[in-house]
């Protein structure tokens, strides 16, 4: 999508890092430079800011796709200044290197989502936001988007079997004919009736009427007021492409709106947040590392773990081969298989645990049973530590507002800097 102000041209290029097929990558290669050429052919155009805000992951093209755009900009359109504004969740990952890109002036990097909750929300109030928690809250919040994800459409299963059901108030999509198919094979453990009756249960197709997209505005303004806390399903939540977690709206929500929570997303989401200075509530919950794969005591001992029974698979016991030659200490025992693990010393078995990881594919069900697990402890117990809470949560508002207000400080401060044309309400369209 491409905006003009004055001599500004803005120009997203967020589609770039979908992983299109190699096709489509060219198409979009060649849209952008025509998009770029008509635009600086017809109007006096000084400034071009490419923004990366609300998209992330990338293959390894990405790069190279974008030195070669930038390249062909520069050729195209010699006098104008390339800007790029990107979501902070790149700097890590690409180690800085647009920043050092000879064709780029300056990188901007925000927080994007964070803005435009606190700018919508705290600034044009388009919605409320919650002023307090309260103890006498009963309803539970689970809202999601796109419901072909273990942790959409599983998860909502797992919980509406339980006695979360009576207090859930939730959204999900209704699928279309393909994303129907890639629901069923998530749930594949039902029956063709079960699923049906699921699917059946939403209210409208566009999730309930409660939440609109990208999760403002939402709808009556007690959704949140009245909620006791909430299970956020992000983005992600069983693909580990990167060491930082994508976070979105759907966890600034619930923190600006002063909620507790528990998160269905990436792994180490917990830490991340808390590196960032909030409160995650993890010291009131029964599996209190239920989103980190590296900790065996939630893996192989956990309380999930034990109703489900050992967690040793054949595709394990041959990844216990090769990370047991990796890992072999000259005090462990001589070919130790995993069926011999429990023969060995404690003492063995526990640095052993400490390391092994199994596929991050096998341990997805055992998380989600985690999250619901913690969230039937909290629906009976969370109230037992409202003092702490109203604190935490209070706290996580306030941080949040500092943080946001930084990033738009920053954002206003680069395009006074440069005397860029700016319109926030256009950015965040």
């Given at each position: ?6 001599d ?41 800011i490419?923004?990366?805000c ?13 030195e ?21 969740w ?6 800085d ?6 064709n ?22 388009i ?12 309803k ?8 072909s ?5 599983r998860?909502l ?14 959204s999900?999509?209704?699928?279309d ?10 749930l594949?453990d ?36 009245t ?15 990167f ?27 917990l ?20 989103d ?23 595709t ?13 200490d000259?005090?462990?025992?001589e ?10 010393s ?38 037992q530590?409202?003092v ?42």
């Amino acid at each position: 999508m491409k905006k003009i102000l004055g001599d500004t041209l803005w120009l997203c290029i967020d589609s770039f890092v979908c992983n299109p097929p190699a096709e489509q990558q060219i198409f979009l290669h060649h849209d952008t430079l025509d998009q770029i050429r008509m635009t600086t052919e017809n109007t006096q155009i000084r400034f071009l800011i490419l923004t990366l805000c609300s998209e992330h992951g990338f293959d390894k093209s990405f790069l190279a796709n974008i030195e070669k755009l930038l390249q062909e900009i520069k050729i195209q359109s010699p006098y104008v200044e390339i800007f790029m504004i990107m979501n902070s969740w790149f700097r890590p990952v690409l180690s800085d290197q647009f920043a050092k890109n000879k064709n780029i002036k300056e990188v901007l990097y925000l927080d994007f989502f964070m803005i435009r909750v606190w700018y919508y929300l705290a600034i044009k109030q388009i919605s409320s936001i919650a002023p307090s928690w309260k103890t006498s809250n009963k309803k539970i919040l689970f809202l999601t988007g796109q419901p072909s994800r273990s942790h959409r459409i599983r998860l909502l299963y797992k919980i509406l079997q339980t006695a979360l059901s009576d207090s859930l108030e939730w959204s999900l999509t209704i699928p279309d004919k393909i994303k129907f198919q890639e629901c069923r094979k998530l749930l594949d453990d039902i029956s063709d009736d079960e699923f049906s009756d699921l699917v059946n249960k939403q209210k409208s197709p566009d999730g309930n009427k409660i939440i609109g997209g990208g999760g403002i505005p939402y709808y009556g303004d007690d959704l949140y007021d009245t909620a006791l806390f909430q299970i956020i399903s992000e983005t992600d939540f069983d693909r580990l492409y990167f060491d930082t977690p994508w976070i979105t709206e759907k966890t600034w929500l619930p923190i600006i709106n002063r909620r507790p929570f528990i998160i269905a997303g990436d792994f180490y989401t917990l830490d991340h947040l808390e590196d960032m200075g909030f409160n995650t509530f993890r010291e009131f919950l029964p599996v209190s590392n239920y989103d980190n794969p590296d900790r065996a005591e939630f893996l192989e001992y956990g309380s999930s773990a034990k109703r489900r029974g050992p967690i040793v698979t054949q595709t394990q016991k041959k990844q216990w081969k090769i990370f047991y030659s990796e890992m072999k200490d000259p005090d462990w025992p001589e070919d130790l298989s995993f069926d011999d693990a429990s023969n060995s010393s404690e003492e063995t078995l526990t640095d052993l645990m400490q390391h092994y990881v199994p596929p991050i594919e096998l341990i997805s069900d055992i998380r989600l049973d985690a999250i619901v697990e913690n969230a039937l402890f909290w629906k009976e117990n969370l109230k037992q530590y409202h003092v702490e809470i109203a604190r935490q949560v209070e706290e996580n508002h306030l941080r949040f507002m500092c943080l946001a207000e930084e990033n738009f400080t920053n954002l206003i401060r680069f395009v006074e800097k440069h005397n860029i044309c700016f319109d926030i309400d256009i950015f965040f369209a």
